[in-house]
């Protein structure tokens, strides 16, 4: 459809032979990571410390990446054979989208450095030629013949790429593991970026969102997920040993600690997709069953500032009070407000988890009967240890040595896994499918022999007790409990405003999707340190722009895919007649 | 058209009551289905009938009077009665939009298999068991409606025809003694009507008597048993398609009262115009 019209050989917006415009893209290209290895500033006050000939640092590495992205993508429409699998279609999209992330990481450091250090004389000659070549580059792209005529054939994804070549089981189990390992270390990298460096940062989202589409319109994400569906498995297997070698690869308290952080958002995010993205039940209270959980965890946990201070419980046993006490909650909560619909259950619900923040407040001995401990929440709450494992201390593993959040980041992962596993099975069952029906029309559901009101409070108590595990880890990671963060928007993550938003950005209804959106969103805050007061302010833009042009999330499930976009004759594909496998496999990875 | 030799009756509603406020939706009417029936419910627009419909599935609460399947009497919950062993379509389709063809017949599966959460977490070789054989009973279904080579595709990206099929697969799927089939024609051309005629027969060839409102007359004469008529919420007359084709009563439901002394033919005039009546009225 977008493709090339034949009858007039087709030009690109600036006027060039498309010879001379593909040699524009590599000559940038090249340019572009030669300057990496140059100088860009006199000083080392700029962060990253771009001073060196021959080493590239900081923001010159993301530049180096992208130039070669480029470079790569160029030589494709040169037709250099090996390369024929990063760009089967031959496409000008990726091309482009790779030159302008270049183009975007090269004149962004340029302008960065000459606002921070007040002034072009900071510029050393490597940053001019920086920003020259990534402009060439570009310019090169933009003349390269025109994919169609509106902008938006310049960033969507063409209809024309050819399905993958057929690889050995191995080999498909290799690119499987290359890609899981690759994103590996772009998280790990971008998770590594110093947080006083917020310029490098903001370099890595721009190299990321460019790049990652950039391989997108190639359509090798398209690939990556027919494989992946071929190894199901194999795939997840590899997706968590990734994670689990994230503290060996990030060997540093402070990132442990911030990946943490992001697998307890995630997971409870993942709860709460379970209860918004399967059921439909929009739930606004919904960090307070993370409360409890953690509340139930710290008041056995031993902690003498516990009102059962002499109680300590073994661990596995403070997980299943966690989630016990959260599935009792949640039953409580559900039972009579889940026969409301729609806004009223959302409004009902924010008020539950508002009143257990006051509550919990409130219970101090003072106010209320002593239980909580009041705003002083429970604190120095002690360390878990498992079978002699005191996640306290360092641990040495193969030359390595794990601290106590590298300790708790692997803990905290299995229970991801765990929940990981609840949630793709439970989807995909008879009591899934009546999730969904429930979410699709109630009535229809109902007369179809489904318990509406059973089938709902199932789907609450689960995605409860789901927050109340991970809440039993987050007491422990985090020395104590408190209720200021269980609120519902604040500019401290765990709140439902925050959840919410993870799920809803990510996709609804996907396993990825949550977990996704909750590293965004923890992330973002804590690396671009200049965000923080306007952290919720962020959310909001971020929030509607993502419905404006995908309201299905940066994750798509197929289904809400189809939804959304029904008028988009590309994601249209049962009326046209293609066998339905490959819609099946092209639309779940998205 | 073949009758049953010893009538068991799969429906009994008695007495039926609807009341809206001051609004009397439907007022005492009678109505038995027996085992192997097709029975029309016929009425002009407002006549209640899918009120009645509503009462009879659970949807409703009759206000006065009760609906019994083989001979218990029906709590009046949407479920339980669909537990019980009554499936119904809707007059709008209201199908699963976003779930594929497939998963719409495993739904209404629902009632007839067990599997709870743990199962589901657990997969345990009973819970792959109970849902091979659903999927093998849904494709066995889809293939009787002629859908099977669609299964993978959204509902929603079905053209309305094959949308009330699949209504008419996912209602079957629940394993009903009564299927109660809400204007299963609407908007269908002359040859999709056919076929759906032939459907519903194929249905009630497999032990499953159905109910049927219908505005196609020449659809609702062919196919039922008996039909009843129901006007302004209550039950006029019921019988056979002569019968209910004969009498004056119903005509003059559709068309208003006929003058005095009309010649014999007219009222053979009056029905066709009827029919022709209520095909246009379809559109709405």
């Known amino acids: 459809m977008a493709t090339t019209d034949t009858t007039t050989p087709p030009r690109g917006l600036v006027a060039l032979p498309a010879t001379a415009a593909r040699a524009l893209v590599a000559i940038g290209a090249v340019a572009t990571i030669a300057s990496t290895f140059m100088s860009w500033t006199y000083t080392s006050d700029f962060p990253g410390d771009l001073t060196y000939y021959g080493s590239p640092a900081g923001l010159q590495i993301l530049d180096l990446v992208a130039g070669v992205l480029t470079l790569l993508f160029a030589l494709t429409l040169f037709g250099v054979r090996g390369l024929g699998w990063l760009n089967p279609a031959t496409a000008i999209q990726p091309v482009l989208l790779a030159a302008t992330s270049a183009f975007a990481v090269s004149w962004f450091s340029a302008i960065a450095i000459a606002v921070d250090l007040k002034g072009l004389v900071a510029l050393d000659p490597g940053a001019y030629i920086a920003a020259v070549g990534s402009a060439i580059a570009l310019v090169g792209a933009l003349a390269l013949p025109k994919p169609g005529d509106t902008f938006k054939d310049y960033v969507t994804k063409p209809d024309n790429i050819p399905p993958a070549a057929k690889l050995p089981a191995w080999g498909q189990r290799l690119v499987i593991t290359a890609a899981t390992a690759l994103a590996l270390i772009v998280f790990a990298y971008g998770v590594g970026v110093d947080p006083d460096a917020s310029e490098t940062f903001l370099g890595y989202i721009l190299l990321v969102v460019f790049g990652t589409w950039s391989l997108f319109t190639a359509g090798l994400f398209d690939r990556f997920a027919q494989l992946n569906a071929g190894h199901k498995g194999f795939a997840t297997s590899m997706a968590f040993l990734a994670a689990a070698l994230f503290p060996f690869v990030e060997n540093n308290e402070h990132n442990s600690n911030l990946g943490v952080n992001i697998l307890v958002v995630a997971t409870v995010a993942l709860g709460l997709n379970i209860v918004v993205g399967l059921t439909g039940l929009l739930d606004l209270g919904y960090v307070a069953f993370l409360g409890v959980g953690a509340y139930a965890a710290a008041l056995v946990s031993g902690s003498e500032f516990s009102r059962f201070s002499g109680v300590q419980f073994p661990f596995w046993a403070a997980m299943l009070t966690g989630m016990l006490a959260s599935l009792v909650f949640g039953v409580l909560i559900g039972a009579p407000t889940l026969r409301l619909r729609g806004d009223y259950l959302a409004i009902v619900t924010l008020g539950f988890g508002e009143i257990f923040r006051i509550t919990v407040n409130n219970l101090d001995g003072t106010s209320g009967p002593n239980l909580t401990n009041g705003p002083n929440g429970i604190s120095m709450i002690p360390d878990l240890n498992i079978f002699g494992f005191n996640f306290g201390s360092n641990h040495d ?147 509607v722009l993502l419905m404006r042009f995908r309201p299905e999330g940066i994750i798509a499930n197929r289904r809400r895919q189809l939804e959304f976009h029904e008028s988009d004759d590309t994601v249209h594909i049962p009326e046209q007649g293609l066998p339905d496998s490959t819609v099946g496999v092209t639309k779940a990875g998205a | 058209m073949t009758t049953t030799t010893a009538p068991s009756p799969v429906l009994e509603a008695t007495g039926v009551t609807m009341r809206f406020g001051g609004l009397t939706a439907v007022r005492n009417v009678d109505l038995t289905v027996n085992a192997g029936e ?177 505005h196609d007359m020449r659809f609702i004469f062919n196919l039922s048993d008996r039909v009843a008529c129901l006007v302004q919420g209550e039950k006029l007359v019921e019988g056979t398609s002569e019968v209910v084709q004969g009498d004056e009563r119903v005509i003059a439901a559709y068309l208003g009262e006929p003058f005095e002394g009309a010649p014999e033919d007219t009222a053979a005039a009056a029905v066709e115009a009827a029919e022709a009546h209520a095909t246009e009225g379809d559109d709405q």
């Open chain 1, 397 to 543: 593993i193969g030359g390595f040595s794990l601290g106590r959040f590298a300790n708790y980041f692997l803990l905290m992962l299995l229970i991801t896994a765990i929940v990981v596993l609840v949630f793709t099975r439970a989807a995909d069952s008879r009591i899934g499918r009546s999730w969904i029906a429930i979410r699709e029309d109630e009535t229809a559901a109902t007369a179809m022999g489904i318990n509406g009101f059973r089938v709902k409070l199932i789907a609450f108590a689960l995605g409860a007790s789901l927050a109340g595990l991970a809440g039993t880890v987050s007491a422990h990671v985090g020395y104590s409990v408190n209720p200021a963060p269980y609120q519902f928007a604040g500019s401290v993550p765990p709140n439902s405003a925050f959840l919410l938003a993870a799920v809803v950005l990510g996709g609804m209804g996907t396993v990825n999707g949550p977990i996704l959106g909750a590293t965004l969103l923890y992330m973002l805050p804590e690396k671009l340190s200049f965000l923080k007061e306007y952290q919720l302010l962020a959310f909001g833009v971020a929030l």
């Open chain 2, 38 to 214: 097709i029975v029309g419910l016929i009425g002009p627009n407002g006549a209640g009938k899918t009120t009645f419909f509503n009462c009879l599935t659970g949807l409703y609460v009759p206000t006065e009077g009760k609906v019994a399947y083989k001979g218990t009497v029906l709590p009046p919950k949407p479920h339980l009665v669909t537990d019980a062993g009554i499936a119904r379509t809707f007059q709008n389709i209201r199908l699963f939009a976003n779930m594929t063809v497939l998963e719409n017949v495993l739904v209404g599966r629902h009632t007839r298999t067990k599997e709870g959460l743990w199962s589901a977490i657990l997969r345990g070789p009973g819970f792959r068991k109970a849902e091979a054989a659903s999927r093998e009973r849904a494709m066995e279904l889809l293939e009787f409606i002629g859908l099977a080579h669609k299964a993978d595709h959204l509902s929603r990206n079905l053209p309305y025809g094959e949308q009330r099929k699949l209504e008419i697969a996912r209602a079957m799927a629940s394993e009903p003694g009564l299927l109660l089939l809400d204007e299963p024609t609407a908007g269908m051309n002359p040859q999709e009507t056919r076929a759906t005629e032939d459907l519903v027969f194929a249905i009630r060839d497999r032990g499953i008597a159905v109910l049927v409102i219908e």
